[in-house]
Structure formats: C-alpha cells, structure tokens
C-alpha cells in the first residue's frame, strides 16, 4: 500500500507531466504555424513521452492502491520568438521535471518507500536522456543562427524522430 505522503507527491507529478503534455502541445501547435513539419514531429513525440510518463505514474499509484484525484491542468504559454526561444524553453522545462521527479526520490526515501525508489529510477534515467536530446537541438540552434537552410535541413533531421512506448518502471 502506498502511503498518502507518496500518494501525494505522485498525483502532483501526475499534474506536472499531463501540463508538460500541453505545453509541447501548445509547441506543436507553435511550429505546425511555421510550416516547420519536422520540428512538429518531434513535438509531437514529446506529447506522446510525456503522456506515457503521465499515465506510467498514474498506473503505479493504481497499482500501489492509491486513489487518483486530477487537478486542473495550468494554461501552458503559446508564443515564442524562434524556434531557438522554443528550445530553451524546452531545456528549462526538462531541467525543473528533472527537480521534480528528484524532489519526489526525495519523498520516496524519506518515508522508505523502496518499490517507489526502484520506479523512480527509470524516471531519472530519462530525464537524463531528454536534457541531452534537447540540448542537442538546442546547440544545432544556435549554430544554425538566422541561416534559413540550416534551419530547413535541422527541420528535416527532426522529421525522423519516432516515438517508442516506454517499459517503464
């Protein structure tokens, strides 16, 4: 049984990764306007991530006995001045769920909850993996400057990008 400190701390997480699903979304839509089809694709699998993250935490708690209760989902910004300011939004955003799912390693320890640390070990591994993809593109960015066909073949590159359903936990 999960205790309700954990319970908690999950359903707060559970809020934060359905709003990073909106705010990639909200992204989506952003690049979708530009024509930028390539970088709508890899949007796009950011949705698909942050939902299976979503739902994998949801089902845990299920699993655990927990009991769900949704929160409402904040509005998640719409506007950005690039594709460069896009990205660094991005990379902030990761760099706070990572704070988020260590804050709730941190629960998890305190209470010695053992079976929630093994599951959140999976969690800080992808956080791992999706600062390093962001900052990746994040970098092309920046080299790639005002120069249209740079930004035309980075936009074809991220057009490969697919989405794998996770195993997670």
Do not use: C
Request: charged share 30%; hydrophobic share 45%; no cysteine.
């Amino acid at each position: 049984m999960i205790s309700e400190k954990m319970e908690k701390a999950f359903l707060d997480q559970i809020n934060k990764e359905l709003y990073s699903e909106y705010l990639y979304l909200s992204m989506k839509a952003y690049f979708a306007n530009l024509n930028l089809n390539g970088f709508v694709n890899w949007m796009d699998v950011q949705v698909q991530e942050e939902h299976a993250h979503a739902m994998g935490m949801f089902d845990y708690v299920l699993e655990r006995g927990g009991k769900i209760e949704l929160e409402a989902i904040e509005k998640p910004e719409t506007n950005w001045e690039s594709p460069l300011k896009v990205f660094e939004h991005v990379l902030k955003h990761e760099e706070y769920v990572t704070s988020r799912i260590n804050a709730l390693m941190d629960v998890a320890e305190e209470v010695k909850d053992r079976a929630a640390i093994i599951f959140l070990n999976w969690y800080l591994k992808e956080q791992v993996e999706e600062e390093s993809n962001v900052g990746g593109v994040l970098a092309q960015l920046k080299l790639i400057g005002e120069d249209k066909h740079a930004l035309y073949a980075l936009d074809k590159e991220l057009a490969a990008r697919t989405f794998v359903q996770p195993v997670i936990g």
